[in-house]
């Protein structure tokens, strides 16, 4: 188990502060990741909603990372961003969860805009984009429709369960859906219903706190316990104009290839939660297995005919191999993917289809690898360190099947298969993958 650092998490500096410096964000995420991993084993079991958890990302100026950047200087490019949510995950996958999902809903008016950056203070874009980043705030919900998981899903189903009815100076919202992350801690939510006059579904920005909106936090989840799911009933909640973000086209031979990257996005901030829980359970593990080997009855143990591992165990050596080339395997294909997305993005509206497709088939190829690695990883370290011993014991691993049921958790509805076939088409008949608004 990690020990706390004496150092962790220092309120000296203000996030606004903090905005834009690329050599700082790395030491702060490192803060908050061993400030995250102390206690994680603890909170995992409680599965209370991540209200503390969110206080601490707040403090350290995370929720505005993504913004992109204006007048003030603000935000980080998507790289960054990546590597905050793997550096998080490490720690508790749950807290990375949440923040991913958070960081795709941030850029909500910027994908649907087509990439073009809103003029500041001059639309209802750029009013949400600077709220969201000046006032630290937390967006949960999502734009998919209700049950969707897994292989991609067509965009006239999106908003499925909730409804828009006009009114006079904008919409009532109208439903009730679940969603998997955020919505238990978030400060508003963005969330995608069907006009009931016109069809189309738009995407709209709602206060969490408006008297007409109830909560409801998920029951005990297997893993992924902390990223604050939950089902929310809107009830005939007014939704004026200035707080529709975008509308989603009913036809995908309307969706612009960059506004197709948003399930892209949201799907590679995963992949690399799911990394994060594969490197973390395997530094943890091997955190374990060097206390053990270094206590006086492990050493003594060396050359014993009882099969006991030892510092020098083949068996132990090879398994460790094994598991450190499978994490380096799968860090190598996301980094692959990792750039392409960012190039994608920065392309904005020159993005092409042919472009969109290759970073279609980069990210399917992280998940299959990924998704394979981390539950592999988990599942294994579970053999090599004694999980049943007490916490204050060498080789003491309480917590350890976390890594494990969230691994399991989060690549449960993100079938390798699926993706597999895709990029087999791709490469073999040069197919593209179809521009979908959903994940």
Aim: charged share 25%; with cysteine.
């Amino acid at each position: 188990m990690r020990t706390p650092k004496k150092s962790a998490l220092r309120p000296a500096s203000r996030p606004a502060d903090r905005r834009g410096d690329d050599e700082i964000w790395p030491r702060v995420t490192r803060e908050l990741a061993d400030d995250l991993s102390f206690d994680a084993p603890g909170r995992d079991r409680a599965g209370k909603p991540p209200f503390d958890e969110v206080a601490r990302l707040r403090e350290a100026g995370l929720p505005a990372l993504l913004t992109p950047p204006g007048a003030g200087g603000r935000g980080a490019d998507w790289r960054a961003g990546c590597a905050v949510i793997r550096e998080i995950s490490a720690a508790d996958s749950s807290i990375g969860e949440l923040l991913a999902h958070h960081y795709v809903l941030a850029w909500s008016a910027r994908f649907l805009g087509g990439g073009e950056p809103p003029s500041a203070g001059a639309s209802p874009h750029a009013a949400f984009e600077d709220g969201t980043a000046l006032e630290g705030l937390l967006l949960g919900g999502g734009v998919e429709p209700a049950g969707t998981s897994g292989p991609e899903s067509p965009a006239t189903d999106i908003g499925r369960g909730l409804s828009l009815t006009p009114t006079r100076g904008g919409h009532v919202l109208h439903g009730r859906r679940s969603f998997g992350s955020g919505v238990t801690v978030a400060d508003r939510l963005v969330v995608g219903a069907r006009c009931t006059e016109t069809g189309n579904v738009l995407v709209v920005l709602v206060d969490p706190a408006d008297p007409a909106v109830f909560v409801e936090a998920a029951a005990e989840r297997v893993g992924q316990r902390l990223t604050g799911a939950g089902t929310v009933t809107f009830d005939q909640v007014r939704v004026d104009a200035r707080r529709i973000l975008g509308t989603l086209p009913r036809d995908e031979h309307d969706v612009a290839p960059f506004a197709t990257l948003a399930p892209l996005a949201l799907r590679l901030l995963l992949v690399h939660v799911g990394l994060g829980i594969a490197e973390g359970a395997l530094a943890e593990a091997r955190d374990v297995s060097r206390a053990t080997l270094a206590a006086p009855a492990a050493l003594a143990r060396v050359g014993a005919p009882d099969h006991t591992p030892g510092p020098e165990d083949p068996y132990l050596l090879l398994a460790y191999g094994e598991l450190a080339t499978s994490a380096h395997a799968a860090a190598a294909v996301v980094e692959r993917a990792t750039d392409a997305l960012a190039r994608g993005l920065a392309a904005g509206r020159a993005l092409g289809v042919e472009d969109r497709a290759d970073i279609a088939v980069l990210v399917a190829a992280a998940e299959a690898v990924t998704s394979r690695a981390a539950v592999r990883i988990t599942t294994r370290i579970l053999e090599l360190v004694d999980t049943t011993a007490p916490a204050d014991a060498p080789g003491g691993g309480p917590g350890f099947d976390r890594f494990w049921r969230n691994a399991r958790a989060l690549t449960a509805h993100s079938s390798p298969t699926h993706r597999l076939r895709d990029i087999g088409d791709h490469y073999l008949h040069g197919t593209r993958p179809g521009l979908r608004l959903l994940a």
